[in-house]
């Protein structure tokens, strides 16, 4: 083989394509992905099936049932998209908004930003509102952008990721319907970690991901649509040729752009109608079933308790090192804690000898937060006793051998007290 390719020329050994793959046994705790549920992972090991075999047809409806119960909704229309999380988002977005439509982005960080691109490429009239990094919007801030804007859809985050805020939604949607808008939320980090009330808090779309607090890989992307988005899509129904039904009428809106991300087309697809679209990703669906089966099975108030509880004790122990937590802590998601990286200390490559001495992987940070800031998740699988303890363990010696001054063990036993408190 000729090592004439730039990725080929980096291969250490190009002998090392013959050998089984051997993925290293990391402990997962950046802001996902995590590390995935054993269940979730025999889940996907099961043989396919083909996506019109009845038995398969019954799961697709299970799926949907559980993810109605993930999401707190009753919406019919709650699937999955093929794809990771930011596939959910474009669907949404090229299925809901016609050309020069208006959409308003609530941005509190990047995943913010992210909407604004996938708005701006689906060719909407965008307006953002943008939160200062480490804070979110108050109500008030929404409702006076909502109402000079006049949008039809508002997409925002539950949780970005990038700044680890949380953004409280309870009356967002309320405001938004009071002006005629519909509210497109990205709960990609945040569901299955903290309470997410789709219908309670009318909610038109909220669009997940299963690679943090659920606890399985990425790959698949839940939905939920309210009935007002379901017929906002629908009317811009046109059913791609050779599939079409002889009394086939096209909707009286203009087609979807993209065939893969065609909503309307994807609930025909997860109907009874069973329309062929793409090629069902069997094994992500067995993946995202287990994923939501776990979830439901332990229960909402435990799950969430777990993750706060986490998020409490890595917060405890990181004070307890001296360091400082990034952010507004009031709205702080609990499953990702922003943490500054202390003076003098060299962040990348604190961050390698965690990663090659313990096998613990902690994330870095984008844009403004970039070098200032590490982001250390504890959610879904990992959101654990263990997993918080042995990641603050291994911090207390790479901060040590950095040189960073403070009380040592400090960080393990205020983490452990955190959770001796609350008896757990
Ligand atoms: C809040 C948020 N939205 C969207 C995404 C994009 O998800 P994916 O990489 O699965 O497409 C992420 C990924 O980290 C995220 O944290």
């Not at 009394?247 to 065609?262: C, H, K, R, T, V």
């Not at 909503?263 to 069973?274: G, I, K, P, R, V």
């Not at 609990?334 to 090659?356: E, F, H, K, M, S």
């Amino acid at each position: 083989m000729k090592a004439d390719l730039p990725e080929l020329a980096a291969l250490e050994d190009e002998a090392s394509i013959f050998e089984d793959l051997n993925p290293a046994p990391r402990l997962l705790m950046g802001p996902g992905p995590i590390n995935a549920d054993p269940r979730v992972l025999r889940a996907m090991s099961g043989q396919l099936l083909g996506q019109f075999d009845p038995q398969f047809r019954v799961y697709m409806k299970e799926t949907m049932e559980l993810y109605r119960r993930v999401l707190e909704t009753r919406n019919r229309w709650t699937f999955l998209i093929d794809g990771t999380a930011r596939s959910a988002i474009e669907c949404a977005m090229v299925s809901a908004v016609e050309p020069g439509d208006r959409v308003l982005v609530l941005a509190f960080g990047r995943f913010g930003q992210l909407k604004a691109e996938i708005a701006r490429r689906v060719g909407a009239d965008l307006r953002v509102a943008e939160a200062e990094w480490g804070t979110v919007f108050r109500p008030e801030q929404v409702e006076a952008a909502v109402k000079a804007f006049r949008p039809k859809l508002v997409a925002t985050c539950q949780g970005d990721t990038s700044t680890t805020m949380a953004q409280p939604l309870e009356e967002i949607g309320k405001i938004c319907h009071r002006y005629g808008a519909m509210l497109q939320v990205d709960a990609t980090a945040t569901v299955g970690g903290m309470p997410l009330s789709t219908d309670a808090w009318e909610i038109d779309c909220v669009t997940g991901g299963l690679q943090k607090c659920l606890g399985g890989p990425s790959g698949s992307a839940p939905i939920t649509l309210s009935e007002r988005m379901a017929e906002a899509i629908y009317q811009r129904r046109h059913i791609e040729e050779g599939l079409r039904p002889t009394n086939y009428a096209p909707g009286a809106g203009q087609m979807i752009s993209s065939n893969y991300f065609d909503l309307a087309m994807l609930m025909d697809y997860w109907s009874d109608l069973a329309l062929n679209h793409h090629t069902e990703a069997t094994t992500m669906l067995y993946g995202a079933r287990e994923c939501a089966r776990i979830f439901v099975k332990e229960g909402h108030a435990s799950v969430f308790r777990r993750h706060a509880l986490a998020s409490a004790a890595m917060v405890a122990g990181a004070e307890a090192m001296g360091l400082k937590v990034f952010g507004d802590k009031a709205h702080k998601m609990p499953n990702v804690t922003g943490i500054y990286i202390p003076a003098g200390v060299n962040g990348d490559r604190a961050r390698n000898a965690l990663l090659n001495d313990f096998n613990i992987e902690i994330g870095t940070s984008f844009g403004p937060l970039h070098g200032k800031i590490w982001r250390i998740g504890a959610m879904g699988y990992n959101a654990r006793k263990d997993c918080v303890l042995t990641t603050l363990a291994a911090i207390e010696t790479v901060l040590a051998a950095e040189g960073h001054r403070f009380p040592r063990g400090a960080g393990v036993d205020a983490a452990l007290a955190v959770y001796c408190a609350a008896g757990a």
